[in-house]
Every structure is written in C-alpha cells, then in structure tokens.
T-cell receptor, first 113, second 115 residues
Framework: TQLLEQSPQFLSIQEGENLTVYCNSS?????LQWYRQEPGEGPVLLVT?????EVKKLKRLTFQFGDARKDSSLHITAAQTGDTGLYLC?????????????FGQGTELSVKP | DTGVSQDPRHKITKRGQNVTFRCDPI?????LYWYRQTLGQGPEFLTY????????KSRLLSDRFSAERPKGSFSTLEIQRTEQGDSAMYLC?????????????FGAGTRLSVL
C-alpha cells in the first residue's frame, strides 16, 4: 500500500496546455516537498510547503498544501517542453520529523511542441 | 558551493560480486540519507545517519546491505553478493538537523546494473 498516492502517473500534453498533479494520503505530513527529476539524475527540489492551506508560486508552477496537511497539488500553467520530466512529491511524517521522506510514485510529464 | 556528490555514477557488476558506493553530503549537513529508486517508481528510503549514528534502517535493507558514516562526513553503502534485483538507482541525500522541515537535497545517484 502506497502511503502517498500520486496521480496521474503519466501525462502527455501539448505545449501551452495547463495541468495539475495530485498527491494524496491518509496521513498527516509536517511538510511536503516537490522535486523534479531528469533521466539519470537525482531529484532536484522545487518547493517545500509546510502550513495547511499554503500556496506557493514558482513562475508558472503553483503548489498547494491541503488544509489538513494530507494532500498537495502542483499546477503548471502554459506548459513548455522544458517542463518535461518526472515530478515527485515527498513528505515527512509528523511523528518522524528529521527522518525519512515518503515519496509518491511520480508523475512522468511529457510536453510536446 | 558543492552539492551532494556520489561516486561512481554508474556501476556494472556481475551477480555475486560486492559493490561499494560513496556519498559526500553538503559540507554543513549532519544528516545523510540513502534511498533506492527503481524504474518508474519514486525513491524508497533505505537508511539514515545523524553524524556517525545510524538512526533508522528500512526493512528493505537486507543483511547484504551495510552503510557506514565513520567520521560523520562521507558515507559508504556496500552491497555484498549482489543479485539482479539489486539493480536500481541508489540516491544519497543530506539535510541539516534542526532545520524545521526536513528539507533534503539529493545527489545525482549511482546507477547499479547487476548482470
């Protein structure tokens, strides 16, 4: 059973379209991080959200943390081919702060010109 | 400013051989984590250290796996008697204890292929 469910697993869209990736859990997280990973490379941190209801923007990317700190979403506006990659959500459980991150399965995004 | 460094980047070995990977964390970070990632999946936690102490180990870490961080700086992950199922990307991450939100920074990983 996956503790952090990420959807969709695959997404193929045209340049200029909008998209949303979801990360859901029944557990409460102290924080949730979004990473982007290129093939053959390690995950690169995009953002950390820590407060329930928090919204953070990074250029065309908008991240939201659910009020109960159990879910999060990533919205990309007007996707570009450079957004192609694997997007991962990861959280630290409230009772295990400082320890492991729990990762979702990832969303493989392909943006076509 | 150097990030997390991992060596080697790629390792090809035959089944039954032993392999060792090295991770150098961000210099001021005292926590170091190892994860394993298979194709199409998110990383899975293996173990982590705070300074020299190994504080948590996953059930994924069989007795063929051992990790060390002898001086609280770099860490090594050794896999003995490798099996084909060990083929994966091994990722290292580091963070600063006392930082509020367990923000971990990852290295580029070591890709292991067991033939």
């Amino acid at each position: 059973t996956q503790l952090l469910e990420q959807s969709p697993q695959f997404l193929s869209i045209q340049e200029g379209e909008n998209l949303t990736v979801y990360c859901n859990s029944s557990s409460v997280f102290s924080s949730l991080q979004w990473y982007r990973q290129e093939p053959g490379e390690g995950p690169v941190l995009l953002v950390t959200v820590v407060t329930g209801g928090e919204v953070k923007k990074l250029k065309r990317l908008t991240f939201q943390f659910g009020d109960a700190r159990k879910d999060s979403s990533l919205h990309i506006t007007a996707a570009q081919t450079g957004d192609t990659g694997l997007y991962l959500c990861a959280g630290g459980l409230v009772y295990n702060q400082g320890g492991k991150l729990i990762f979702g399965q990832g969303t493989e995004l392909s943006v076509k010109p | 400013d150097t990030g997390v460094s991992q060596d080697p980047r790629h390792k090809i070995t035959k089944r039954g051989q032993n392999v060792t990977f090295r991770c150098d964390p961000i210099s001021e970070h005292n926590r170091l984590y190892w994860y394993r990632q298979t194709l199409g999946q998110g990383p899975e936690f293996l173990t982590y250290f705070q300074n020299e102490a190994q504080l948590e180990k996953s059930r994924l870490l069989s007795d063929r796996f051992s990790a060390e961080r002898p001086k609280g700086s770099f860490s090594t992950l050794e896999i003995q008697r490798t099996e084909q199922g060990d083929s994966a990307m091994y990722l290292c991450a580091s963070s600063l204890a006392g930082g509020p939100y367990n923000i971990q920074y990852f290295g580029a990983g070591t890709r292991l292929s067991v033939l």
